[in-house]
């Protein structure tokens, strides 16, 4: 979705006729801080977050093998793996 040059003119000849040309300063002083100030924040996430191994391709289909492992152990141990009966091909439903 990108905008073009004339859904950009519209955008700001409402802007000037909603806040007005005494306004629209301010509001693009106080738009370019609020964006400075949220790149300022999700910089310091990244710096804060713990670094987490990355596999490697040798690694990666062992890691893969395993979870399938942990997660279908889990579905056959669940109380409900042993009321669940097959369906019958015969039947069509």
Excluded at 37 to 46: A, D, E, P, T, V
Excluded at 78 to 89: E, F, H, K, Q
Aim: aromatic residues 4%; proline residues 9%.
């Amino acid at each position: 979705m990108r905008l073009g040059i004339g859904e950009i003119l519209v955008v700001l000849a409402l802007a000037l006729l909603f806040f007005g040309p005494s306004k629209l300063p301010q509001l693009g002083s106080s738009l370019g801080q609020a964006i400075k100030s949220f790149k300022r924040g999700l910089g310091s996430l990244h710096d804060d977050a713990p670094e987490q191994p990355v596999a490697t391709a040798k690694e990666a289909p062992k890691a893969l093998a395993a979870d399938v492992e942990d997660r279908a152990g889990s579905r056959a141990e669940s109380p409900g793996a042993a009321l669940s009966t097959p369906r019958d091909p015969k039947r069509t439903s």
